[in-house]
């Protein structure tokens, strides 16, 4: 009977050196060569995430700072050179006259008989006067 109450104290699926059935399956699986190489893919796999998020990180910087340095002040000028088209449009709409960038440059013509060519209202005038 002494070997019957031996085990009574004993939880079952342990053996007489305390290691239970679960930490010997537990300890199997995670020394498993299947299980260490999935840790060491895993472990690449955010290396190289971290790395492809850092490059990208660089490449969005680059692209930003390019832009802002070189489209934005283009993209001013177009807007003031358009402004200023419209105003030409105007005054020249109230002065009753064609745009001076609409105007046609003097004909050579006009320079051999002795006259100046248009004016930036569109008169012509004589050289005489």
């Given at each position: 009977?002494s070997?019957?109450?031996?085990?009574?104290?004993?939880?079952?699926?342990?053996?007489?050196?305390?290691?239970?059935?679960?930490?010997?399956v537990?300890?199997?699986?995670?020394?498993?060569?299947?299980v260490?190489?999935?840790?060491?893919?895993a472990s690449?796999?955010?290396?190289?995430?971290?790395?492809?998020?850092?490059?990208?990180?660089?490449?969005?910087w680059?692209?930003?700072?390019?832009?802002?340095?070189?489209?934005?002040p283009?993209?001013?000028?177009?807007?003031?050179?358009?402004?200023?088209?419209?105003?030409?449009?105007?005054?020249?709409s109230?002065?009753?006259?064609?745009?001076p960038?609409?105007?046609?440059?003097?004909?050579?013509?006009?320079?051999r008989?002795?006259?100046?060519?248009?004016?930036?209202?569109?008169?012509?005038?004589?050289s005489?006067?």
């Amino acid at each position: 009977m002494s070997s019957s109450q031996g085990r009574r104290g004993s939880l079952p699926g342990t053996s007489r050196d305390g290691e239970g059935l679960l930490s010997r399956v537990s300890s199997s699986i995670s020394q498993s060569p299947i299980v260490y190489r999935g840790k060491v893919a895993a472990s690449e796999a955010a290396t190289v995430s971290k790395k492809l998020l850092w490059s990208t990180g660089r490449a969005a910087w680059i692209a930003g700072t390019t832009f802002l340095v070189l489209v934005v002040p283009l993209i001013i000028e177009m807007d003031r050179e358009q402004q200023m088209n419209e105003l030409e449009m105007q005054q020249a709409s109230l002065l009753g006259t064609s745009s001076p960038s609409m105007a046609a440059p003097p004909l050579p013509s006009d320079r051999r008989s002795g006259q100046q060519g248009s004016s930036h209202l569109g008169f012509r005038h004589d050289s005489a006067s």
